[in-house]
């Protein structure tokens, strides 16, 4: 897995919310939410409101990131750990991600515990865990779509800003939305953004969406309601939407200290002693 298991239980939720806006421009996948006609939220005593203009400002942002042939992003990203007592321990993670459309992507990956790459060069996977110089890798489909519906399913590894490849497939990430609404505006970086609040059955999320002819998510917030103490997952993104990575970053090329092992899948049966 590449990431830490005490984040999974609390980032399922958010598969079929925001972070899905992002990627999914790599499956060449059509935009869900429509623009449609600014209007005034419905507001009825014990009704849930949803803000047109927030759910449009995640068409508009997705319908931008579908725009990206090439790209790099980095995450900088916090986790809450509820520990039994109640106490929470705050986690920290960086992602490296580059990315060239339909069938290039690089991961850099580093927690507070462990460090991972992941390169993907339109013909093989390989995952590499840089201190102990081990790596596999299995030959891959053609796209960036394919590729990581395969390790997921066969080998159970979970790509780190996976959910962000999935926005505008087939399920459609706004039917779990409860209530939306625009918070304001905000500052991140220096950078002017709209901040908007969105509910789900088991989590609370916010975005921060750049303003202008660019609307990057540049933070988002997600609240898990369903766990004991209501741990939260922050992240902070910058982006290099210029950036035009050579061929040679998207291909590992071992050396004598490196180490091929095997990826046993998710199902094979465990080995007799």
């Known amino acids: 897995m590449i990431r830490n298991p005490e984040e999974d239980h609390r980032m399922k939720p958010f598969a079929t919310s925001l972070a899905a806006l992002l990627l999914a421009s ?7 939410l429509a623009e449609a006609p600014a ?41 809450d750990e509820v520990l039994d007592s109640g106490q929470k321990i705050q986690l ?36 590499v ?22 390790v997921q399913a066969k080998f159970g590894i979970e790509f780190p800003l996976v959910d962000l490849f999935y926005w505008g497939a087939a399920e459609d990430a706004s039917e779990g939305i409860q209530e939306a609404m625009t918070v304001g505006t905000s500052r991140i970086s220096g950078q002017l953004a709209d901040h908007y609040a969105f509910r789900q059955a088991d989590v609370d999320w916010q975005i921060w969406i750049a303003q202008g002819d660019a609307p990057l998510p540049l933070r ?28 040679a970053v998207f291909t590992f090329t071992p050396t004598k200290d490196d180490h091929p092992i095997t990826i046993v899948a998710a199902d094979a049966a465990p080995a007799t002693p």
């Open 26 to 32: 790599l499956a060449g996948a059509s935009p869900v």
């Open 92 to 127: 920290t993670k960086t992602v490296e991600l580059q990315v060239r459309r339909p069938d290039r992507l690089r991961a850099d990956v580093e927690t507070d515990r462990k460090a991972r790459e992941i390169y993907y060069d339109g013909k093989t996977f390989t995952l």
């Open 39 to 79: 209007q005034e939220p419905v507001d009825l005593p014990g009704m849930p409101v949803i803000d047109p203009a927030a759910m449009q400002a995640l068409g508009r942002m997705g319908a931008y990131l579908r725009t990206l042939e090439s790209f790099s992003v980095r995450v900088d990203d916090a986790t």
């Open 220 to 247: 988002y917030v997600i609240t898990t309601k369903e766990v004991p103490g209501e741990p939260q997952f922050v992240a902070n993104l910058t982006w290099d939407t210029n950036a035009r990575p050579a061929d």
């Open 129 to 150: 865990a840089p201190e102990t110089r081990y790596y596999a890798s299995v030959p891959a489909p053609p796209t960036i779509r394919e590729v990581l519906d395969k």
